[in-house]
Each structure stands twice: as C-alpha cells, then as structure tokens.
C-alpha cells in the first residue's frame, strides 16, 4: 500500500473517530416532566321520584290508568321529579320505550299525552307544554336548560283518552309502555 492511500485511510478512521466522539459526548438529554393533575370523570345522574298530590308515591306505576275511557274529561295527572344526583350539569330528555304489539300497540296510538315542564315548581303551577301526541310519538322530548348539581325540575304528565278516537274495538284492551329518561352532560 502505498503511503498516500495510507494517510487517506488514517484521515478517514481519525475523522470516522472524531464523529463519533463527537455524538457519544455531545450532552444532549431529554427529559419529560407531566404537569397535568390527576384525572378524572364526571357523570350525569338523575334521580326519578313519582308524586302524587307533591306527595312521593309508592308503587311502579307511572301513570295510573285503570279504567280510563274515551272522551273522560279529568286526564289521569302524575307529576315526577328529576333531580341531579350527578356531578356536573346535565342536559334531560324523554323517549317512550317498549312499544307492544297488536291492539295494545293500536290502544297507545288513540291515547293523548301531554308532556308539562313544571321547571321547579313540584306543583305545577305554571307549566311550559314540552310535548302533546300519542304515546309512540314521544320521542326525543328535551326539558332545557341544563339542569344544575344537585337541582330539581318537576315534569307532569297527562294521559287522556280523546272522544274523537273512540274505538270500540279496544274496548277492554290493556297494556304496557315505557318511558326512557336521559341525562347527558352539556
């Protein structure tokens, strides 16, 4: 080998050297430090109570209609209360829920309900009318505004039988229904 390629090889492995001398002392570090607080979730959570005459009321039924008929003057009344047991204001809404078949499903089509936002007056005073159809149409019924921590709303309900859908042929029909109360957090 001759000495000129010699010193080039030499150069290269001293420059080679250098480089990484240069990358395995250079002092640079990398450090993270986390400055976010701890975690942490909020729910929305309502309480449901039936009232009756202001007073809480027993039983599973939420709107006692025994023997209603058409075309009765006096709507069968109940007056729930929404309460937020969460930790964050929450956003209430409505839906009906476990629609029947057959003629209990034709029954629920020829009755009214009257859906009244009470605000926070359990005795329904001056209500705002928040919906008014047949059952199955109760869907996505909202009570604005967001409710607040630890507040109440009163919502009445208002089950009639109108004169005008009198129907002989669900005379004696029962049935079921049920209502799904949501609360989202806004």
Known sequence: MTSTKLLHLTLALCALCAAASAVLFSGAWFASVDANGASS??????????????????????????????????????????????????????????????????????????VDDCGADDQCASPTQAFS????DATDVDFPPALATGASRFVRLRLRWPEDNDDPSLYGVSTQFAFHWSATTS
């Open 133 to 136: 159809g047949s059952l199955p």
């Open 41 to 114: 979730v909020s729910t929305a959570r309502i309480e449901l109570h039936l009232l009756a005459g202001g007073e809480p009321a027993t039983g599973t039924v939420l709107i006692p209609a025994d023997g209603l008929r058409p075309g009765e003057t006096d709507a069968r009344t109940r007056i729930v209360e929404l309460k937020n047991a969460g930790d964050v204001p929450a956003k209430l809404a409505l839906d009906f829920a476990d629609a029947p078949t057959g003629a209990g499903l034709q029954l629920l089509h020829a009755l009214n309900l009257i």
